[in-house]
């Protein structure tokens, strides 16, 4: 697999900054069951698809977009609580991405085109055109609507300015090679369509009644992919609340969640391994944000999202899940040691609330650390006090399950990036087929992170296939050796 270094051929440059505007919309209706031609079939209308649509079509290329359900990008339209968290206003691939393939082909897909390339081609009017505003409080970008259905209008409308023809209930079946090269895209409902190039974006397993049902992966499984196992990622876990309570509702948006090996001390003195995303490493890894939810059935919220994979991959394959260790405030251990010593009749549970935690979880903690609730200060015994700072600042969530597909942001795992070529996407089992979005093994963390790595992966799958078909029609049309 290519490095970092991996570079663009010509045709792969990023376009020029402003494009002008092409004429003769087309309509966006389902086409007849029949064999339809066209140089570039994109499969999915999701953020990955779009993008590869448009930037195949900028490049020249007959675009046609299969979608199984009746509109392009649904899950957009729901991203971000409706508001559609579109982008991070900082990357770090090492913090913020993960995959089980190589670190060198995740930096050299990524390298194709920077954050602020891809912040200027959603914002530019000439291009997708959606004004952003950056939250500060969770540094990432929203559209200035709070509206993820205008983000999805916008970046269909800018591809039918391109000519992309838009295909709905479209439901990918299969696909099989043609005799004089290029691929046939095989429909559910019977139909098919020709192309000299195929691009699949259709998505994982999450939210599988918006359209995301693995039909890519099975396909790509068919035909000689080996898959990093599928996982649900950034979901809700399941488990117990401190002492037995139920404590659904409440929130804390100054918690620091660490996933660590069973033997580590604590989990709060590293950032993770630097090596590989595959395990954790002996100090573990810091969730970046630190919200987190308590729901009727567990836990919930960006810090426990940021690390549900974790759990969730060793719980799948029948393994003991790291440890998640929660400290529940900023305070450290010996901060704490500090504000409960001392004399005075103010209640241990009190110094807890006064302190920022939650009425209910002060109390279900003191219960969980063997302090009755009307204990003072000046009556806590040591191993009481020992018990109760444990509690507070390395306290382990008691993880059950996870809540699965139904309720994951993304899903991990996929076709393993040495099996795509760094610099298109291509399939190295299927020349002619690109792969981006979530069929690849590369998810984000919550906060926009995986839409951009939707679009930079669309855009280098769409310019790659559009410089194929583009090649492909020009050896079509030169004469033979001697004619």
Known sequence: MAGAACALPGALRPPAKRQRRSGGLLACR????????ADVVVVGGGAAGLAAAHFAAVSGARVRVLEKMDEAGKKICISGGTRCNVLPAEVDLQRDYFTESSQSALRAIFSTWSLDDCQYWLTDRHQVGIPLVLEA?????????????????????????????????????????????????????????????????????????????????????????????????????????????????????????????????????????????????????????????????????????DLSHHAVQALDRGQPPPALRMRWTPAGPAEWEVRLQGGGTALAVGVLRREGVPQRLAEALCLKAGVPLDRKLSELKRGERAALVAALTTYQLHVTGHEGYPKAEVTGGGVPLNELDCSSLESRRLPGVHVCGELCDVFGRIGGFNFYFAFVSGRLAGLAAAEGAAAASSARRAPAVGA
């Open 30 to 37: 389902a086409l007849a069951k029949q064999t339809a031609e």
């Open 137 to 305: 409080a969770t540094n990432k970008y929203f559209p200035a609507s709070n509206s993820g259905a205008e983000v999805r209008d916008k970046l269909v409308a800018a591809c039918q300015r391109h000519g992309v023809r838009m295909q709905y209930g479209a439901a990918l079946q299969d696909l099989a090679t043609l005799p004089g090269g290029g691929w046939r895209v095989q429909l559910a409902d019977g139909g098919a369509v020709d192309a000299a190039r195929v691009v699949l974006a259709t998505g994982g397993l999450s939210y599988a009644k918006l359209g995301t049902t693995g039909d890519g992966f099975r396909v790509l499984r068919q035909h000689g992919h080996a898959l990093h196992e599928p996982y649900a990622a950034l979901t809700p876990l399941l488990g117990q609340h401190p002492g037995g309570q139920q404590l659904a509702g409440i929130s804390l948006y100054d918690a620091e969640l660490a996933a660590v090996p069973a033997a580590a001390p604590d989990g709060f003195g590293g950032g993770g391994s630097r090596r590989s995303r595959r395990k954790l490493s002996k100090k573990g890894t810091r969730a970046q944000r630190t919200a987190m939810l308590f729901t009727h059935r567990g836990f919930s919220g960006p810090a426990i999202l």
